[in-house]
Nanobody, 120 residues
Framework: QLQASGGGLVQVGGSLRLSCAAS????????IGWFRQAPGKEREWVSC????????YYADSVMGRFTISRDNAENTVYLQLNSLKPEDTAVYYC???????????????WGQGTQVTVSS
């Protein structure tokens, strides 16, 4: 099971840290991906951290602004969101799979989502 949290309302240029807490398995056994979905749009891949070597991957739209990391002691993956823009507004989801994928249909397990709203 995955539990996403940390969303909220923030002004343009602000920051948030999202958390994805795993239960029932250790998070480092799986790659953890983050996706987001804005109203009326398809679910969009944002970032992923691999299970084997901790390699990180980012969508071009968030490269240099978002950072994904893993805390094995806490069994949690974090997504640090900096320099937020109005177009970052969406529900953010975390998902788990043995490998990093950019397509949402490849992931076996999903968290419930957390809302991020960036006001201008």
């Amino acid at each position: 099971q995955l539990q996403a949290s940390g969303g909220g309302l923030v002004q343009v240029g602000g920051s948030l840290r999202l958390s994805c807490a795993a239960s029932g398995f250790t998070s480092d056994e799986y790659a953890i991906g983050w996706f987001r979905q804005a109203p009326g749009k398809e679910r969009e891949w944002v970032s992923c951290i691999s299970s084997s070597d901790g390699r990180t991957y980012y969508a071009d739209s968030v490269m240099g602004r978002f950072t994904i990391s893993r805390d094995n002691a806490e069994n949690t993956v974090y997504l640090q969101l900096n320099s937020l823009k109005p177009e970052d507004t969406a529900v953010y989801y975390c998902a788990a799979d043995p490998r990093c994928w950019t397509g949402p249909y490849e992931y076996d397990y999903w968290g419930q989502g957390t809302q991020v709203t960036v006001s201008s």
